[in-house]
């Protein structure tokens, strides 16, 4: 079977058959991960290698935290401006879809939210032109979704920013190097190209922590968390140990350079499936930021929807429905989606526009 679902998303096959050899007796402790104590040599150990580990894969440099949390990446759409801003402040954001939309919203409630772009217009199929873009004069730092999972819509650049650059970068994370150095903080939820769902990642410089607004909840101080080094309280601890396995197969499978290849070459054949169909099928995105990560798609006509799905699920093609508020298909190829789940999607899809068209 191959899973093209959006998130939770599949994993690696390599780690998820390390994580059954280990589940019982992590490395002879007798004990599997989800039973050991989070202050223990086995899971400091743990803990310790996976930040180790992403640091060597992302490059992250030195003045930067890497914080493993809890409550997915809607924590971080309020966590971030109660800890970069006080009443009145004004706070820039791009609105490129669903995700950035609800990241305003939650700004909204703490912040003066300046929308310095927006690609509304066009049913967010489009990147605005960065030039265009009305900055704020005094913004506490502008926001960004790299990746546009529902909608399908990739930033092929990083934004010039003076003020802090922060992203979520949920469904494009890992995909491809990175110049951490860029952003002031990154956010991730885990469940797409880092492991299970349950865990978010921060990567936060440092020159940002400590200024939380006072009545903020500790655990909703990045503070705590960076004071701590993730173990203020119980952490997903489970999720952390398999996300510590993706970053060992990341590094053993040629670290990003090798992924960013890989996934160029994955989105090529999807893409080039759609643009040769002869108009069977459509892409709402075009142009450079289609995302190499989540593919949205319409066949000619909506009735074939039903028995497209049909086929592909005979064909052991799995979770292709597209979000609802876009319709049509979706497949969503991340790290873990190797090369043949691809190539067996195009080929059904060719069969199918074959059959019907
Ligand atoms: N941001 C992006 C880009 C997403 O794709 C998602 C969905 O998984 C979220 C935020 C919300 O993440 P979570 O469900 O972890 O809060």
Redesign the pocket.
């Known amino acids: 079977t191959y899973n093209f679902s959006?998130?939770p998303a599949v994993l690696p096959r390599d780690v998820l058959l390390q994580v059954q050899q280990e589940l019982t007796d992590w490395h002879g402790s007798g004990m599997s991960v989800m039973e050991m104590s989070h202050r223990g040599p086995e899971f400091t150990q743990i803990i310790t290698e996976a930040e180790a580990d992403l640091r060597a894969v992302l490059a992250i440099p030195a003045n930067y935290k890497v914080l493993f949390l809890q409550?997915?990446?809607?924590?971080q759409f309020g966590m971030i401006p109660l800890n970069l801003t006080q009443p009145g402040d004004t706070v820039d954001y791009v609105n490129t879809g669903s995700?950035s939309k609800?990241a305003i919203k939650e700004a909204q409630r703490y912040a003066n939210v300046n929308i310095v772009a927006s690609s509304e217009d066009r049913n967010f199929s489009y990147v605005p032109d960065e030039a265009g873009w009305q900055r704020s004069a005094n913004a506490k730092y502008l926001h960004y979704?790299s990746?546009?999972?529902?909608g399908g819509v990739e930033f092929p650049f990083i934004p010039q920013s003076d003020v802090p650059l922060i992203c979520?970068m949920?469904?494009n994370i890992l995909s491809q190097p990175l110049d951490v150095s860029r952003y002031g903080l990154i956010y991730a939820?885990a469940?797409?190209n880092i492991g299970p769902?349950g865990m978010?990642i921060a990567i936060i410089r440092e020159d940002l922590i400590g200024h939380a607004r006072a009545e903020v909840p500790t655990m909703l101080n990045y503070k705590t968390h960076a004071d701590a080094s993730s173990l203020y309280n119980t952490p997903p601890s489970f999720a952390i140990y398999v996300a510590g396995l993706v970053f060992k197969w990341l590094q053993k499978n040629g670290g990003l350079d090798a992924m960013a290849r890989h996934n160029a070459t994955k989105a090529a054949l999807v893409y080039d499936a759609i643009d040769g169909s002869g108009g069977f099928y459509r892409a709402p995105v075009s142009g450079a930021c289609r995302s190499r990560m989540n593919v949205p798609f319409w066949l000619k006509d909506a009735a074939l929807d039903a028995e497209f799905l049909q086929g592909a699920e005979a064909a052991g093609l799995v979770q292709l429905k597209g979000h609802r508020s876009v319709g049509g298909m979706r497949a969503s190829i991340y790290n873990a989606m190797p090369l043949e789940g691809v190539q067996a999607l195009v080929a059904y899809m060719a069969d199918f526009a074959r059959r019907h068209g």
Not at 71 to 75: D, I, L, N, T, V
């Open positions: 959006s998130g409550g997915g990446a809607h924590f995700w609800t979704c990746n546009e999972t529902i979520d949920s469904s939820g469940q797409k769902s978010t």
